[in-house]
Nanobody, 121 residues
């Protein structure tokens, strides 16, 4: 079971940027970011597989960039042009099995505790 831990959340104004990081104990097949706003279901944001193939939700495509540095065991999410609707708890997730590396919550077995992102208008 891979251990993951997020950092980098905070508060910004609309149009601002934040960079989230997630440290992990060892590299696995698929890693990604989910988010959950109060009263809403957890949704997939961005994902990267072991070959570096990435995928994004339509709501963040063109604004967010996911990357991974296996030399530092760190997963990053660069978030630009932030909007109030991006406000949520952001979770790092990992899965060792060869799953479709996309935003299906049930596919992922290892989760972090989350980091809060708040975007004010």
């Amino acid at each position: 079971q891979v251990q993951v831990e997020e950092s980098g959340g905070g508060s910004v104004q609309t149009g601002g940027s934040l960079r989230l990081s997630c440290t992990y104990t060892y590299s696995v097949f698929c890693m990604g970011w989910f988010r959950q706003a109060p009263g809403k279901e957890r949704e997939g944001v961005a994902f990267i597989d072991i070959d570096g193939l990435t995928s994004y939700s339509n709501s963040v495509k063109g604004r967010f960039t996911i990357s991974k540095d296996n030399t530092k065991n760190t997963l990053n999410l660069q978030m630009n042009s932030l909007k109030p609707e991006d406000t949520a708890m952001y979770y790092c997730a990992a899965e060792s099995a060869r799953i479709p590396c996309t935003g299906v919550v049930a596919y992922f077995g290892d989760w972090g505790q989350g980091t809060q992102v708040t975007v004010s208008s």
